[in-house]
């Protein structure tokens, strides 16, 4: 089992950055893929951003503005969110999942899954 908890969401004014973190633990936290996904009300869960060992995938509406990164170390998950617009705004899950293929695939793909910070962009 990896037990995941985000932080770092809150209200920022469009343009703005935040840093959404995420704490992992139980299982070997490296030895996962992790992602991070989003969803607004009433819309499907979708995918923002995976990280493996040595690779990087990025939705298109987030490319050149979200970075994601992780601490093998000390078993962290980030995402650095700049140039954040209102369409942003929803609640920001992290995920992980046994390979990088498994992220990509989507909800469907992932194995374990944070409860979620909001993340609110004013215009």
């Known amino acids: 089992q990896v037990q995941l908890v985000e932080s770092g969401g809150g209200l920022v004014q469009a343009g703005g950055s935040l840093r959404l973190s995420c704490a992992a633990s139980?299982?070997?936290?490296?030895?996962?893929?992790m992602g991070w996904f989003r969803q607004d009300p009433g819309k499907e869960r979708e995918f923002v951003a995976a990280i493996s060992w040595s690779r990087t995938y990025y939705a298109d509406s987030v490319k050149g503005r979200f970075t994601i990164s992780r601490d093998n170390v000390n078993n962290t998950l980030y995402l650095q969110m700049n140039g954040l617009k209102p369409e942003d705004t929803a609640v920001y899950y992290c995920?992980?999942?046994?390979?990088?293929?498994?992220?990509?695939?989507?909800?469907?793909?992932?194995?374990?899954w944070g409860k979620g910070t909001l993340v609110t962009v004013s215009s």
């Open positions: 995920a992980g999942a046994s390979s990088f293929s498994g992220v990509l695939k989507g909800p469907q793909g992932i194995d374990y």
């Open positions: 139980g299982r070997i936290f490296s030895s996962y893929a």
